[in-house]
């Protein structure tokens, strides 16, 4: 079933995804050389302190921090620790989460520690990012899941990779529903897999996580001995980037977005829908 949420508790959805976005702008600037990804994670617990607001990631399946913190081949649910230290030239990709009366936003980022990034990863971040807003989009009234799923991937198979080859779209890890869980029905694929269907319709209320994961290799990943953290199973860095988004009768808003998505869906031709809080 899929939770189809009111205006109303789209303007609370809202509320948690400005919460998120203040976590990323914080993270982003403590994100230097000489950091660790726990002074990351006490960054993101100050910030959901001066909100009022609660982690969603903490205790989550019995996960131990407020943020993921995934460096270089780390996909995703990297867990943050005194001993990862930030180097000159790392990638990390941050997802956070916040919870605020008793609704949930969700978001994650990809950013470059430090300089003397190479092309080829400055290049990976971006086709990620964009195939996002592709995927934002897509998400229109009579459109179904399936339509979002298709504009992640064809937006990524059209870019060419940096000294050829291809981009691995991650395989096993995709968006997901939102609205009084974090992790809801229905599951968003980054690629099309005609076996699942078409997926539900996209109707007013409707809200989603979008969230690509891409490589420079492989799709295929593999979990570590802590239960959590995910690695490309070739070795090759990552890129993941997420917004939440609510679907209204004006279109879609980007809830985890300072501006709402207004900016970058306007390069799609698309009006994003109005702020409730603004």
């Known amino acids: 079933m899929v939770q189809i949420k009111t205006p109303e ?62 460096v270089n081949e780390v996909v995703v649910h990297g867990i943050p620790s005194d001993e990862v230290v930030l180097k000159d030239g790392d990638v990390i990709s941050i997802d956070c989460g916040a919870i605020v009366d008793g ?83 229905p599951h968003l694929l980054n690629y099309v897999d005609r076996r699942r269907g078409k997926g539900p319709k996209l109707v007013p209320g409707f809200c989603l996580a979008i969230e690509p994961m891409v490589s420079l290799g492989t799709p295929k990943t593999r979990v570590l001995e802590d239960e959590w953290t995910v690695i490309t199973t070739d070795g090759t860095w990552s890129s993941h980037w997420e917004h939440s988004v609510a679907l209204t009768e004006q279109g879609p808003l980007v809830l985890t977005a300072p501006d709402g998505g207004r900016a970058k869906l306007a390069e799609y031709g698309i009006s994003a829908a109005p702020d409730p809080l603004a």
């Not at 994100?31 to 100050?46: H, M, S």
């Not at 609704?103 to 470059?112: I, N, P, S, V």
């Not at 937006?155 to 809801?184: A, S």
């Open 9 to 70: 508790q789209i303007a609370k959805m809202r509320a948690a995804g400005l919460v998120v976005a203040a976590i990323h702008a914080a993270t982003r600037e403590a994100a230097v050389p000489g950091a660790t990804t726990k002074d990351l994670d006490q960054v993101a617990r100050k910030v959901l302190a001066e909100h009022n607001a609660k982690p969603n990631f903490l205790g989550y399946g019995g996960f131990p921090a407020t943020i993921c913190t995934s």
């Open 103 to 185: 609704w949930h936003g969700d978001a994650a980022y990809t950013a470059f520690v430090g300089s003397g990034h190479s092309p080829e990863l400055i290049e990976l971040s971006r086709v990620t990012e964009e195939s996002m807003w592709a995927g934002i989009a897509a998400m229109k009234l009579g459109n179904r899941l399936l339509d979002i799923s298709r504009a992640i991937e064809t937006y990524i198979r059209r870019q060419p990779k940096p000294g050829g080859g291809r981009y691995g779209i991650i395989e096993d890890y995709g968006g997901h529903g939102i609205g009084t869980e974090m992790h809801m029905d």
